[in-house]
């Protein structure tokens, strides 16, 4: 017998050295909408693009990359 489970989406956004897991602050959001929703806390991430999604972990994964800092 085959049973379907909803996995839980999780976003991942690196400050410095450190991966900080975000929660989903809201399923029906689209990831656009949650890098809004989080660019209020986290400046970075209004030049960040998103990556994903990839499943890990028993979750359904999105990468917050901000290009800020970087050079080339």
Do not use: C, W
């Amino acid at each position: 017998m085959l049973s379907t489970t909803i996995l839980k989406r999780v976003f991942l956004h690196k400050v410095r050295e450190n991966e900080m897991t975000l929660a989903d602050p809201n399923p029906s959001l689209s990831p656009q909408e949650v890098l809004s929703f989080y660019s209020g806390t986290y400046p970075a991430l209004t030049t960040a693009k998103i990556e994903g999604p990839e499943i890990a972990d028993d979750a359904v994964q999105y990468r917050f990359q901000t290009t800020l800092g970087t050079k080339g």
